[in-house]
């Protein structure tokens, strides 16, 4: 598919195409799979998860036409876990180092993503990563564009991926 008809495609959804969700799905199981060391699995999301306590990762893959923005909200206890795998130490959940290390790991979960995204015609780049720490956030949307919500379960504990698609401006 050529970028012109992914271009095309993607400005007519009200949902993120499954072909999409797939490879984002596979990019985030690659990427914690070599953190974490386990193969995650995207487990199905019973309810509405409620305020998390603990790390969100922001990145946007993006080109002229579109974005794919890309949060993974990261439990408190799972945090420390994917230190201890990523670094071989537990980081102070407190700390600067965490909010470095989730931002890197967005990062790599970008590169992933635009790299095989690419395969389906989204040609990309990725954004420079954020990170956001708190307790009681809930994640919100804004003009609610197509988006997914995936559940993971790895050998760190649980964690979520919230995904958006929007046009670029």
């Known amino acids: 598919m050529g970028r012109m008809m992914i271009a095309e495609k993607l400005s007519k959804v009200d949902k993120i195409p499954g072909e999409i969700v797939e490879i984002v799905q596979e990019s985030v199981i690659n990427t914690f799979t070599s953190i974490c060391g386990g193969t995650p699995e995207c487990v199905q999301q019973e309810d509405e998860?409620?305020?998390?306590n603990g790390i969100i990762g922001n990145i946007a893959v993006f080109?002229?036409?579109?974005?794919?923005?890309?949060m993974i909200a990261i439990p408190k206890a799972t945090a420390l876990?994917?230190?201890?795998?990523?670094?071989?130490?537990?980081?102070p959940f407190e700390s600067h180092?965490?909010?470095?290390?989730?931002?890197?790991?967005?990062?790599?979960?970008?590169?992933?993503?635009?790299?095989?995204?690419?395969?389906?015609?989204?040609r990309g780049q990725s954004s420079l990563p954020t990170a956001t720490r708190g307790s009681d956030l809930t994640l919100f949307m804004p003009n609610k564009p197509p988006s997914a919500k995936m559940k993971f379960s790895s050998d760190c504990g649980d964690f979520m991926l919230n995904m958006a698609l929007s046009e670029s401006r």
């Open 49 to 52: 998860s409620g305020p998390l």
């Open 97 to 122: 180092d965490m909010g470095d290390l989730i931002a890197e790991i967005a990062n790599i979960l970008a590169g992933e993503v635009a790299a095989n995204i690419e395969k389906v015609g989204f």
């Open 63 to 70: 080109n002229a036409d579109h974005t794919f923005s890309l």
């Open 81 to 91: 876990k994917i230190s201890d795998a990523f670094l071989g130490m537990e980081l």
